[in-house]
């Protein structure tokens, strides 16, 4: 088996450009022909491989490009700008998007480290990344072909879906980004916690004291493991994530106050300061380009 078959196997599946959902929960395929610009999202907990051509993600200010050499994996929900630039009819972006299933994982992590006496070394181990990479290996072609090959039928989703993102999943703990994975569902995954609740109470006032002492750690201790895993500090994810979501509530038409209300500022005009500063335009300047990028 290798990412060829996979490739073929997704061309039959998808007959135009766009997601196409599969059946199974949390997997989509895409093939995207059209370009792209990078634009405010969120990943949430989940994988992304590719098959054909590249996807751009910009992180921290800083550009990332990705394509089928490594899959991407991204245990915690990060705010990004994402985009296919380069895509075209000639060059599509072609791959699977499997968004985890947080109790099924959790268990399987909690399973795998009990299983291995990997309890305290989990414990110790460093807090993971946002977003990482891993090379694919036997194990998750394997997994990953036969868990798209139950798109087919119905029957065969209902009665084998579980089991076959279940024998993925088991595949992804023991790649190259197991470590990571596993530091954010099994023991030990205090700041994947943390940010789970942060990105879920957008809109409520959270202080760096209330997140620590729900994790038992001290302002300092946190603050610095929050950003060993993130690369920005809970302020400024905490930022990032509202501005990304009002910005993607705006891009779907919604009033730019109502957005801005809706992740949380009580300001108006400090939504727009923040906006700026983090997009380099006005909320109206933004969404006319973004108009103009699709036009």
Same mark, same amino acid.
């Given at each position: 088996?290798?990412?060829?078959?996979?490739?073929?196997?997704?061309?039959?599946?998808?007959?135009?450009?766009?997601?196409?959902?599969?059946?199974?929960?949390?997997?989509?395929?895409?093939?995207?022909?059209?370009?792209?610009?990078?634009?405010?999202?969120?990943?949430?907990?989940?994988?992304?491989?590719?098959?054909?051509?590249?996807?751009?993600?910009?992180?921290?200010?800083?550009?990332?490009?990705?394509?089928?050499?490594?899959?991407?994996?991204?245990?915690?929900?990060?705010?990004?700008?994402?985009?296919?630039?380069?895509?075209?009819?000639?060059?599509?972006?072609?791959?699977?998007?499997?968004?985890?299933?947080?109790?099924?994982?959790?268990?399987?992590?909690?399973?795998?480290?009990?299983?291995?006496?990997?309890?305290?070394?989990?414990?110790?181990?460093?807090?993971?990344?946002?977003?990482?990479?891993?090379?694919?290996?036997?194990?998750?072609?394997?997994?990953?072909?036969?868990?798209?090959?139950?798109?087919?039928?119905?029957?065969?989703?209902?009665?084998?879906?579980? &089991?076959? *993102?279940?024998?993925?999943?088991?595949?992804?703990?023991?790649? @190259?980004?197991? +470590?990571?994975? =596993?530091?954010? #569902?099994?023991?030990?995954?205090?700041?994947?916690?943390?940010?789970?609740?942060?990105? &879920?109470? *957008?809109?409520?006032?959270?202080?760096?004291?209330?997140?620590? @002492?729900?994790? +038992?750690?001290? =302002?300092?201790? #946190?603050?610095?493991?929050?950003?060993?895993?993130?690369?920005?500090?809970?302020?400024?994810?905490?930022?990032?994530?509202?501005?990304?979501?009002?910005?993607?509530?705006?891009?779907? +038409?919604?009033?730019?106050?109502?957005?801005?209300?809706?992740?949380?500022?009580?300001?108006?005009?400090?939504?727009?300061?923040?906006?700026?500063?983090?997009?380099?335009?006005?909320?109206?300047?933004?969404?006319?380009?973004?108009?103009?990028?699709?036009?």
């Amino acid at each position: 088996m290798n990412k060829e078959t996979i490739k073929r196997l997704i061309d039959n599946k998808v007959s135009k450009s766009g997601l196409v959902e599969t059946g199974i929960p949390g997997v989509q395929l895409f093939n995207i022909t059209e370009p792209v610009s990078c634009a405010p999202a969120v990943y949430e907990p989940s994988i992304t491989a590719i098959v054909g051509g590249c996807k751009e993600a910009i992180l921290d200010g800083n550009r990332h490009f990705y394509d089928s050499s490594a899959y991407i994996c991204c245990p915690m929900s990060m705010p990004v700008e994402a985009g296919t630039p380069e895509a075209s009819t000639d060059n599509p972006l072609i791959g699977v998007y499997i968004r985890f299933d947080t109790r099924a994982m959790t268990e399987l992590a909690f399973e795998l480290e009990s299983t291995n006496g990997l309890i305290q070394k989990a414990k110790d181990a460093a807090y993971p990344q946002g977003i990482s990479t891993a090379n694919w290996d036997d194990a998750f072609t394997e997994a990953l072909y036969r868990l798209i090959l139950l798109s087919e039928n119905p029957t065969d989703i209902a009665i084998l879906g579980r &089991s076959r *993102l279940r024998e993925l999943y088991y595949a992804i703990l023991k790649g @190259d980004a197991g +470590g990571s994975v =596993r530091r954010s #569902f099994g023991v030990g995954n205090d700041i994947a916690r943390s940010i789970e609740f942060l990105s &879920s109470n *957008l809109s409520a006032p959270v202080t760096i004291e209330n997140l620590a @002492d729900q994790i +038992g750690m001290s =302002r300092a201790v #946190f603050h610095r493991k929050f950003k060993q895993a993130t690369n920005m500090s809970p302020i400024q994810f905490v930022k990032s994530m509202r501005l990304n979501k009002a910005a993607m509530k705006i891009a779907e +038409g919604r009033n730019v106050n109502v957005a801005a209300m809706e992740v949380g500022y009580v300001s108006s005009s400090q939504f727009s300061r923040d906006f700026r500063r983090m997009y380099g335009q006005s909320p109206k300047q933004w969404i006319q380009a973004q108009e103009s990028n699709n036009a």
